[in-house]
């Protein structure tokens, strides 16, 4: 049984079935890798996914038109990551506490919209797998790496983008700053809270998107707490990847595999109590903190809110 | 990102400023002007009102009432953004960089690029060493600031707001960092940015400093301008009683004690710092009853690390200290206190005080779990109040009772109340870490005569600090304190400031003693 694993058209499932499900990691963990870098800890992200992933959900089921339901994800979920700033950098909210309070507003919310409006689970016709013209023919890679909806190759290109901004543009230049000495940047005339306000916002879009690639692109329903907990890890993922987008790239490539893996034990019917397998990236999650924090640097203002002329 | 060539700035002047905070009127109808080409000193104790009228000039805050003229045109400066848009830069006390950038990147910080929004950190970097080089200040533009000691992150700062064209520079206490040697250097530096036109106002509180730097002086005391003189026209008595308001004793008398047998010995003894590499690393020392240790050396070679491992707070990893010949390495600071122990912390208001309990209770912290204070597990009421009240008076600790909040003592006063705990019980081993740090020069003085008072109890006494002159007053010897090492220990008699400064430097007691003798 167990080497029915190691069969090669397992494998080859495990890896591709590994890139589409890093999809709402990648957003997720990349939009929060900006917030956390300006210094907001926004452990709101798992409540801002639901909502997005029940808004992209409900306009395409309504439309039937996938790009109109992203749209709606997109606004969603930036309005929510707006709520979290105003929270956290007008009111300077303590951050761990106010997360917790949009989680379970994005949880309760998303739950109830969804019990008034289409009271069962239904299906929609999500974003279409896109087999890209002669690379998709590669054996092998073309099947892991070039048979997924467009998402999932925004998501990964997502990561080159977000390193560029962070490391050669102005803006991240402003962003790195604010996080780690939000008292310098305010003297050189940069506004901390407006960078805050607008890497808390990219954030939940990007978290909007992450939910929407799954209710919308990897599995085309809606339930209550359809995400289970991927936000949270996410937010662990960006400390376990140190705050640089090839860091949470890695640990959510990682996490997505070990999701894959525990998929196709029980599909393969391996006589693993499927309670250890759905367990396994929960216990990854612990393990990789407990290991991994220590090494890197965090910003040092992260979750302390920023008021001129303390210093 | 290329600044537009510096303006020149003939004269600024603040007019009639009031601040006010709440309960403190921190600026009274304050005048200051400086000119091109001078440095002005603003001289004024902690909580003068030095800072409040510095931050105000960099649009930090903004003034109640008065004027802000630049070359005779009132002007408005709402933000920092604005004052450097007027020319004026400001190098703070606590410097404003970002240790995980490298110094091009820090420069760059908040200025337009050539090619927005890209950076430009080639060009940056080019115009840093140019400018680097005008004005002989050695920096990499390359290094990442985290990398850099404390000198050379002072130069970035500065070179930060050269670059943005200041012609005005505000330098708050610029020297609390830097060793004699190297303050020699800024002092260079300074002077041919005025000899080159800029002007300069240089905080501080330290009177030869500003001294042998500044054209005028500007003494400030309780939020108001006492006087502007001309430097040349006056001297370090005159400029300390301007200052406090009274005469001052610049120099503590000493008698001489009969020294006692070692009490405290510290044998190789090593510790990690706060990020778990060794800060402290082999150190050896012996204090004898009566006598007071000084230990010398610039912030961050070891010394806090050093006070926190003798007081408990730390962990040694290797080597021992001995207690009137306990062997007490490891104990915890209970357990300490009992053998005779005193700390006087260098963070006062972290780690030795509680801010919002009372007086009393703060007096009370360490010994309240014995007699008298306590019989069994209650606590002894009236005995307390006794305690308390005679060491409010003796110590001169200024409270309208021993029921007030601590938080609403003044930074000396509260100073005196950990020296009153830490001496109370008559310790056998004093550590007190920058006992004056951030004190008005009235509690310093009656800090230091109890300090020297303290050895005729038959006290051992380590005193570390980063103020030279204090160490030097105080001490009977003087180890200096270099990464973790001790570079050596100077009889009194013997230490000359030069001599101290190069082994702050890293340089070896014989070498530096030859190379100043």
Not at chain 2, 196 to 206: R, V
Request: aromatic share 6%; glycine share 10%.
């Amino acid at each position: 049984m167990i080497q029915d694993l190691l069969a090669p058209a397992v494998l080859i499932g495990i890896a591709s079935s590994g890139i589409r499900l890093a999809t709402p990691y990648l957003y997720a963990t990349i939009g929060e890798t900006f917030g956390q870098l300006s210094g907001v800890l926004n452990l709101g992200v798992e409540g801002i996914m639901l909502m997005g992933a029940y808004s992209g959900f409900y306009v395409t089921f309504k439309t039937g038109n996938p790009v109109l339901g992203l749209l709606a994800a997109i606004v969603v979920g930036g309005l929510m990551g707006l709520g979290m700033a105003i929270i956290s950098v007008t009111f300077q909210a303590e951050q761990g506490i106010s997360g917790i309070g949009v989680y379970l507003f994005g949880l309760g919310m998303s739950d109830l919209l969804f019990q008034k409006s289409l009271g069962t689970v239904e299906t929609v016709s999500g974003f279409q797998p896109v087999e890209i013209p002669f690379l998709s023919q590669i054996p092998v890679l073309g099947q892991i790496f070039f048979r997924h909806n467009l998402l999932v190759y925004a998501a990964f290109l997502l990561v080159p983008v977000a390193w560029f901004v962070i490391n050669k543009t102005t803006w991240g230049l402003k962003i790195q700053a604010v996080g780690q000495n939000p008292a310098a940047a305010d003297a050189l005339g940069v506004s901390v809270s407006a960078v805050r306000y607008a890497t808390v916002t990219l954030g939940g879009v990007l978290s909007g998107i992450a939910g929407a690639s799954l209710s919308i692109g990897l599995l085309n329903v809606f339930q209550q707490n359809l995400t289970s907990g991927m936000g949270f890890i996410a937010v662990a993922l960006v400390y376990f990847g140190g705050w640089s987008p090839v860091g949470v790239l890695l640990g959510s490539l990682l996490f997505s595999l070990v999701n894959a893996l525990q998929n196709w034990v029980q599909v393969l019917g391996i006589p693993i109590p499927s309670d250890f397998a759905v367990m396994m990236p929960y216990v990854l999650t612990i393990l990789a903190l407990v290991f991994a924090v220590r090494k890197v640097t965090q910003p040092a203002a992260l979750t302390k809110p920023f008021e001129r002329g303390e210093g | 990102m290329l600044t537009s060539a510096p303006h020149r700035i003939q004269r600024v002047e603040l007019r009639d400023i009031v601040k006010r905070f709440p309960g403190v009127l921190a600026n009274d109808h304050v005048n200051f002007e400086v000119q091109a080409g001078e440095v002005h000193a603003l001289l004024g104790e902690n909580g003068a009102g030095k800072t409040t009228l510095m931050r105000i000039l960099y649009g930090l805050y903004q003034p109640d009432e008065g004027q802000i003229l630049i070359d005779s045109r009132p002007v408005t400066i709402e933000s920092p953004a604005d004052s450097i848009r007027h020319g004026i830069g400001m190098i703070h006390q606590h410097f404003m960089l970002v240790p995980s950038l490298s110094v091009a990147a820090n420069v760059a910080l908040g200025l337009r690029s050539t090619r927005e929004p890209l950076l430009d950190l080639e060009v940056v970097k080019e115009r840093v060493r140019q400018l680097a080089e005008a004005y002989s200040m050695l920096v990499d533009p390359d290094a990442m600031l985290w990398q850099l000691a404390v000198g050379e992150q002072q130069r970035v700062e500065i070179l930060k707001s050269l670059y943005r064209g200041a012609a005005l520079l505000i330098l708050d206490e610029p020297t609390a960092v830097l060793t004699p040697q190297e303050v020699e250097e800024f002092f260079v530096t300074l002077r041919r940015m005025a000899d080159e036109g800029h002007a300069l106002i240089f905080i501080s509180h330290k009177l030869h400093e500003v001294l042998s730097i500044s054209d005028r002086v500007t003494v400030l005391r309780n939020g108001q301008v006492v006087k502007t003189l001309k430097t040349a026209d006056t001297n370090r008595q005159e400029l300390a009683r301007l200052m406090v308001g009274r005469e001052v004793l610049l120099r503590v008398k000493r008698k001489p004690v009969q020294l006692g047998p070692p009490r405290l010995v510290i044998q190789d003894l090593w510790a990690l710092g706060d990020k778990g590499l060794p800060a402290v690393r082999g150190v050896s020392l012996e204090v004898r009853a009566g006598e007071i240790l000084g230990i010398a050396g610039v912030s961050g070679n070891g010394q806090r690390e050093l006070a926190q491992t003798l007081a408990g707070l730390r962990k040694a990893t290797q080597g021992r200290v001995l207690i009137d010949g306990d062997d007490v390495t490891g104990w915890a600071p209970d357990r300490l206190i009992a053998q005779g122990l005193s700390y006087i912390p260098e963070e006062r208001m972290e780690d030795g005080v509680i801010r919002d309990m009372t007086v009393e209770e703060n007096m009370m912290l360490e010994d309240h779990g014995r007699p008298p204070f306590a019989r069994g597990i209650f606590l002894n009421f009236s005995a307390i109040a006794e305690h308390c009240d005679r060491l409010i008076g003796d110590f001169e600790i200024k409270t309208p009772s021993r029921r007030t909040p601590l938080g609403n003592l003044s930074g000396g006063n509260i100073q005196k109340l950990i020296l009153a705990r830490s001496l109370s019980r008559t310790p056998s081993v004093l550590i007190a870490s920058q006992p004056t740090r951030g004190v008005d020069i009235g509690s310093t003085e009656y800090i230091h005569q109890r300090l020297i008072a303290q050895r005729e109890q038959g006290t051992a006494t380590v005193l570390i600090s980063e103020d030279l002159d204090e160490v030097r007053n105080l001490s009977d010897r003087i180890a200096v304190m270099y990464e973790g090492r001790i570079m050596g220990i100077v009889e009194r008699d013997e230490a000359t400031v030069e001599q101290l400064g190069l082994m702050m430097a890293g340089v070896p007691m014989e070498e530096a003693a030859g190379q100043t003798g």
